[in-house]
């Protein structure tokens, strides 16, 4: 093996879950041409920063990795910097322009090259490349960055509803769902890994299949996972109200294996702010739909995220949003202040509201949500829950893990002690008693 082969390598993958697994497969490449990987990037010779770029916090973020990893390099820790993800493909020229100091540029639809790229790169080579968006392969193998018993599972890449907000469909293109065989064919290969729960994303889940097969395919897709032994959860994120249909509702009431929890991004309720937002559908509408899936699905965990100060929201529009919040009492929910994105119809929009405002209206709604989470937790006292174990607390003495009203990464954790002698594993599933509540954090006890 050549020495350039014996390189370190730090992986840092930034925003959401679906960069995550084009960072896993591009990992596998470059592992099974003989590279090795450390946590630190301090520690590496080569750091492959896979950004995001979907707004301006994010963006924001990446910039600062990246202004890090330059420190890094004049002061001779690490060796090369490579940047790669939506912040690289959405500026591409002007990335190598503003940051001469990196290495290389490298555009979604050359993850598949990652090992040459490096090989070129290490020879002296400066590496600015991208092609056709749309042939980014979403196939191959992956080593997971998750803990063990879980993963997340893209089925579709792109995005065809083009939200005036948004710069995805710029950055990724048209939505592509991949193939239920192939889908299905890498989820048995998870389940035989030890991956007990399956999170299907995509920029739209509900979606999927249009495009291949004219027609919305996700329940398909859901019953042929379910047949897979070896998945206890099935979790859906990512479902736009509009495309929750009464088969979808069907599929997931109806299969064990799909958690009873919904991840359904609305933005607003008023209606004539989705419509310039360029998204379908009003209060009405969304009222309906969630009447029904509680109607439906009983004890379904229903998740959403709302934007603040879009142009032109006024205080009555935004007091509509807080009471439709508190009367819906999402049990998940997630807020952005409206981020201003270059090239994107909103940002032209001459009605603007001002920052300090934006902001102002997001903390009002967390902080309501918080109080109904606390009462929500609350009621949830004396009962019991099935959780899986992700971790211990030597300082608190706890072991933490979820429900599967806990979606990873983003909802948070359930503490609770065990005895020792149990031994428990991450990726034990249990059962246990909620006693208390601190700080908006379930605490409990092993049954």
Excluded at 139 to 146: H, P, V
Excluded at 246 to 272: F, S, T, W
Excluded at 332 to 346: D, H, I, K, L, V
Aim: proline share 3%.
């Amino acid at each position: 093996m050549s020495e350039k082969k014996r390189m370190k390598v730090a992986m840092v993958s930034l925003g959401c879950s679906k960069n995550q697994v084009d960072a896993e497969q591009m990992m596998a490449t470059l592992a099974d041409h003989g590279y090795a990987f450390v946590e630190e990037p301090g520690l590496a010779d080569i750091v492959l920063v896979n950004t995001c770029g979907f707004i301006a916090d994010a963006k924001e973020e990446g910039i600062n990795w990246i202004m890090e990893l330059i420190e890094l390099k004049n002061e001779g820790r690490i060796k090369y910097i490579v940047v790669t993800g939506c912040l690289s493909e959405r500026y591409r020229g002007q990335f190598a322009e503003e940051f001469p100091e990196v290495d290389a540029v490298v555009g979604i639809s050359e993850y598949g090259r990652i090992a040459e790229i490096f090989e070129e790169m290490t020879a002296g080579e400066h590496i600015c490349c991208f092609g056709d968006k749309e042939s980014h392969s979403m196939e191959g193998k992956r080593i997971l960055s998750t803990l063990p018993h879980y993963a997340y599972m893209r089925i579709a890449d792109g995005c065809d509803n083009c939200c005036t907000y948004c710069a995805i469909p710029q950055i990724r293109g048209r939505y592509r769902s991949r193939p239920i065989e192939k889908i299905v064919g890498e989820a048995k290969l998870l389940a035989q890994d030890g991956v007990k729960e399956l999170v299907i994303i995509a920029q739209d889940t509900t979606r999927y299949g249009l495009d291949l097969y004219n027609k919305l395919a996700l329940p398909d897709l859901l019953n042929e996972l379910c047949k897979i032994d070896g998945f206890k959860w099935i979790r859906l994120l990512y479902c736009y109200p509009e495309r929750i249909t009464d088969e979808l509702i069907a599929c997931i009431r109806d299969n064990d294996k799909i958690v009873k929890y919904l991840d359904i991004p609305m933005q607003h309720c008023n209606g004539e702010i989705l419509k310039r937002m360029n998204r379908k559908g009003d209060e009405k509408s969304l009222r309906e739909l969630v009447a029904k899936l509680r109607r439906e699905i009983p004890g379904i965990t229903l998740r959403t995220t709302f934007i603040t100060g879009f142009p032109g929201e006024t205080p009555q529009q935004f007091n509509e949003l807080g009471e439709f919040a508190q009367d819906m009492r999402f049990e998940r929910m997630g807020c952005f202040a409206y981020s201003e994105e270059e090239n994107t119809p909103a940002a032209s929009f001459p009605d603007m509201v001002d920052e300090e405002t934006r902001l102002h209206r997001k903390e009002i709604l967390e902080e309501q949500q918080d109080a109904r989470v606390c009462e929500l937790y609350e009621g949830m006292i004396g009962g019991e829950t099935e959780v899986v174990v992700e971790g211990y607390d030597k300082y608190l003495e706890h072991y933490f893990g979820r429900s599967a009203m806990f979606a990873p990464e983003i909802d948070g954790m359930i503490y609770f002690r065990a005895p020792k002698e149990r031994g428990l594993k991450i990726g034990d599933f249990v059962k246990i008693t909620i006693n208390d509540v601190v700080d908006n954090n379930l605490i409990g006890e092993i049954v």
